[in-house]
């Protein structure tokens, strides 16, 4: 069968090229975090879907966990022998216009589809067991059909195709996307919006510029990591800001303290609560 699994995994800093050839090609993220270039950051909840005749860069700028990526390449002509009367598989990867695009997907779906790619990478390895043949051919057809789905079900479309910018789904995506560097041209090249408009559905749903929500965002998080015990480096690298300078202004000028006096504070808090359930028990 006309497909290909390649298996991608970076612990220092480092760029690999990825062309599609004559093939379709899908990457996704198992751990860790990616960067594509002129398309930011992919997470493990998100497919890159690319067109023949493309070439993508995968990006590994490094960090606290390794990253590992499958990148699968399947032919035209394994789509069409796949394909059944009812379901164009081919045709249905034209749904996205674009050469390359981003599409975000359910998290089981996604995960059962990074099981498919394992399942096919060990196939590829023992072809001579007893009725691998049907196994493999199950296989890239379920595979096949879960990235379909996705793409015409993700977010993506919906949002394209409404009437009216879902803030909800723009909330979810800054939330899934913390630890990056979230850009007014990114959301809209994201949610085909006019920064514009977003700005201005911004400032109607929660009084803030978008860059306000997701510092907020962002503080929210990291006060929830100070409560949990994370030390103060760990925290602010969490929660998405570049510099503890930048972390330290904007914790104070929010919570009207340091981050270490407010893990001093809630260090304090716990040790009264424990001594008021000693003095309970007793």
Not at 10 to 19: G, I, N, S, Y
Not at 125 to 142: Q, T, V, W
Request: glycine residues 6%.
């Amino acid at each position: 069968m006309n497909y290909k699994i390649y298996q991608y995994q970076f612990t220092d800093p480092t760029q690999k090229r990825l062309a599609t050839g004559d093939n379709y090609g899908i990457l996704m993220v198992l751990s860790g975090t990616a960067h594509i270039r002129n398309f930011y950051g992919l997470s493990t909840d998100e497919l890159l879907v690319c067109k023949p005749k493309q070439a993508v860069y995968l990006e590994y700028s490094g960090g606290r966990y390794p990253l590992l990526a499958n990148w699968v390449q399947v032919s035209p002509e394994l789509m069409k022998a796949c394909s059944t009367d009812a379901t164009d598989i081919l045709a249905s990867f034209e749904v996205n216009t674009e050469p390359v695009a981003k599409i975000r997907g359910r998290s089981e779906i996604l995960m059962l589809l990074k099981s498919l790619t394992s399942q096919l990478g060990g196939i590829s390895e023992d072809k001579e067991g007893y009725a691998m043949d049907l196994l493999e051919e199950s296989s890239i057809k379920m595979f096949l059909a879960l990235v379909i789905r996705t793409c015409v079900q993700s977010d993506k479309h919906r949002v394209r195709k409404g009437s009216h910018l879902a803030l909800d789904e723009v909330f979810r995506y800054i939330n899934a996307h913390l630890t990056e560097d979230i850009s007014l041209e990114q959301l809209e090249h994201v949610f085909f919006v006019s920064r514009h408009h977003l700005i201005r559905q911004f400032k109607i749903r929660t009084g803030q510029t978008v860059h306000q929500y997701i510092v907020k965002t962002r503080l929210d998080r990291c006060r929830v990591l100070i409560e949990q015990g994370y030390s103060i480096t760990e925290v602010y690298r969490m929660g998405g800001f570049g510099s503890y300078n930048h972390f330290f202004r904007a914790f104070k000028q929010e919570y009207h303290m340091t981050p270490k006096e407010y893990f001093r504070s809630v260090d304090i808090r716990q040790e009264t609560d424990c001594k008021d359930l000693e003095k309970s028990g007793s």
